[in-house]
């Protein structure tokens, strides 16, 4: 479903803006982000470790794919596996995810989801009534020996999405191709590779003192005090 699709990788993107900042490594000890994670993992008693993905064969329709995308890993789900996955939704785990180079992303995650008791998913049909949604299992976490990194993941019954982001490498994105028929099939790649959009073009125009206005907001910004209260927000997509 086109809507549930769009809404999963927002909701990825969102836990990814929002764990930035937590992600940052402080001088005297990790992050808050790694610190999340190793108390969850100290209140478990025993760790579930979980490989849903095995490495897959390359075949023809993905060499276009290839001549963009050098560091890249195409996957493929096991059913059984992610089914587990879904069924117990632990509220610590390990996933391993196999890369191109042979080695393994192990991932420590902690489940904590973005959606409070009231959330609720409408549609342009639905004239503002809610329409039924399941939400998924949402993680949150760090790779394993890389400080500074920040993984978010989202368990559904058939499908697993994440992004897992480095200092020094950037963002690894999970996520089904887009290909007819495809359930297990998955690719693992940087978006580093990606080439920028294409002749796009901003016609928006920027009155005057506007690059003035926007850095005195930045400065005041800067200077107030952070909340730490959660923030509602509405995510709409095409």
Same mark, same amino acid.
């Given at each position: 479903?086109?809507?549930?699709?769009? *809404?999963?990788?927002?909701?990825?993107?969102?836990?990814?803006?929002?764990?930035?900042?937590?992600?940052? +490594?402080?001088?005297?000890?990790?992050?808050?982000?790694?610190?999340?994670?190793?108390?969850?993992?100290?209140? @478990?008693?025993?760790?579930?470790?979980?490989?849903?993905? @095995?490495?897959?064969? #390359?075949?023809?329709?993905?060499?276009?794919?290839?001549?963009?995308?050098?560091?890249?890993?195409? &996957?493929?789900? =096991?059913?059984?596996?992610? /089914?587990? &996955?879904? +069924?117990?939704?632990?509220?610590?785990?390990?996933?391993?995810?196999? @890369? %191109?180079?042979?080695?393994?992303?192990? &991932?420590?995650?902690?489940?904590? %989801?973005?959606?409070?008791? =009231? *959330?609720?998913?409408?549609?342009?049909?639905?004239?503002?009534?809610?329409?039924?949604?399941?939400?998924?299992?949402?993680? /949150?976490?760090?790779? /394993?020996?890389?400080?500074? %990194?920040?993984?978010?993941?989202?368990?559904? +019954?058939?499908?697993?999405?994440?992004?897992? %982001?480095?200092?020094?490498?950037?963002?690894?994105?999970?996520?089904?191709?887009?290909?007819?028929?495809?359930?297990?099939?998955?690719?693992?790649?940087?978006?580093?590779?990606?080439?920028?959009? +294409?002749?796009?073009?901003?016609?928006?125009?920027?009155?005057?003192?506007?690059?003035?206005?926007?850095?005195?907001? $930045?400065?005041?910004?800067?200077?107030?005090?952070?909340?730490?209260?959660?923030?509602? #927000?509405? $995510?709409?997509?095409?």
């Amino acid at each position: 479903m086109r809507v549930r699709k769009q *809404f999963l990788e927002l909701v990825v993107c969102f836990l990814v803006c929002s764990l930035s900042a937590s992600a940052q +490594q402080d001088e005297n000890g990790p992050s808050p982000l790694a610190q999340l994670v190793a108390e969850s993992k100290a209140a @478990t008693r025993i760790t579930q470790s979980f490989k849903p993905f @095995t490495k897959a064969t #390359v075949n023809a329709r993905r060499t276009a794919v290839d001549a963009i995308l050098k560091d890249v890993s195409y &996957l493929t789900l =096991s059913a059984t596996e992610t /089914r587990q &996955l879904w +069924q117990k939704r632990p509220g610590y785990l390990e996933l391993s995810l196999p @890369t %191109s180079t042979g080695a393994e992303l192990a &991932l420590e995650l902690a489940m904590l %989801s973005p959606l409070e008791t =009231s *959330f609720f998913v409408t549609t342009s049909e639905s004239n503002g009534q809610p329409v039924p949604y399941e939400p998924g299992a949402y993680y /949150r976490g760090v790779i /394993r020996g890389v400080p500074g %990194s920040v993984v978010a993941l989202s368990v559904f +019954q058939d499908e697993i999405i994440a992004v897992a %982001s480095t200092p020094d490498k950037g963002n690894f994105v999970l996520g089904r191709l887009n290909e007819p028929g495809n359930q297990t099939g998955y690719i693992l790649y940087s978006d580093k590779e990606l080439p920028p959009p +294409q002749g796009t073009i901003c016609g928006t125009t920027e009155p005057i003192g506007y690059t003035e206005k926007v850095r005195e907001y $930045l400065q005041e910004s800067a200077n107030k005090t952070t909340s730490t209260k959660c923030v509602r #927000v509405f $995510l709409e997509c095409d």
